[in-house]
């Protein structure tokens, strides 16, 4: 488990610095007789060093599962965490791409919260390992980056699993892509139903005003 967590730290920190360094290490993974551990990591050959830096090999990227699931998150609910969690079931280390503003605008409305707030509060979710922000016209090419084990879709995603993994193979990545059946049950599980509520406040028809 220890040695698991390791390698996705060193996942984590190449992606986003391009390098794992030990100084680095040792603030996103707090054990015991770290120097011992990847030193065995090694020795295994899931990890080499080149100067200070450590890097997965083949063997350390085959040995963690990595999951990716995307959305817009604007006013975070219930449902969310429920798909998160699902999600992270998945695999060992769960990425998620959030939406940028231009692309809500054009697929769907106008987002309430920027999309700087929404990656952040994504990114401290428990089941979370890491938030992104997606790209604005080629929305494939972040997950080309993350390079996922699975894509998993939620209930309401209108994606085709089929024509996204048609269009990540001629790009040369082999995805496994699921959906998730079922969502969270509750009265304010969507953003729709917020935006709802918060209206009927405004007019007063909750008794608040």
Do not use: N
């Not at 040695?3 to 360094?21: C, D, M, N, P, T």
């Not at 295994?44 to 599962?65: M, N, Q």
């Amino acid at each position: 488990m220890v040695e698991k967590e390791i390698l996705k730290a060193v996942w984590r920190l190449q992606f986003l610095k391009g390098s794992a360094r030990l100084e680095d290490l040792r603030k996103e993974v707090a054990v015991p007789g770290l120097d011992e551990v990847l030193a065995a990591l090694i020795a295994k050959g899931s990890l080499e060093l080149a100067g200070d830096v450590y890097r997965l090999t083949e063997k350390g990227r085959g040995a963690i599962k990595v999951v990716v699931c995307t959305g817009v998150f604007d006013l975070l609910h219930p449902g969310h965490v429920f798909i998160l969690w699902r999600a992270r079931e998945y695999g060992d280390l769960l990425a998620v791409v959030v939406a940028r503003d231009a692309t809500v605008r054009r697929m769907k409305r106008v987002p309430i919260v920027p999309e700087e707030q929404r990656v952040e509060m994504v990114g401290h979710l428990k089941p979370v390992d890491l938030a992104v922000l997606g790209k604005e016209w080629d929305y494939l090419s972040i997950v080309e980056e993350l390079r996922p084990d699975v894509i998993v879709l939620g209930p309401d995603q209108s994606h085709d699993p089929d024509a996204i993994k048609r269009d990540l193979r001629e790009r040369g990545l082999e995805v496994e892509v699921v959906r998730i059946g079922e969502a969270k049950g509750c009265s304010l599980c969507s953003t729709r139903s917020i935006i709802r509520r918060v209206r009927e406040m405004d007019k007063g028809e909750m008794g608040y005003l």
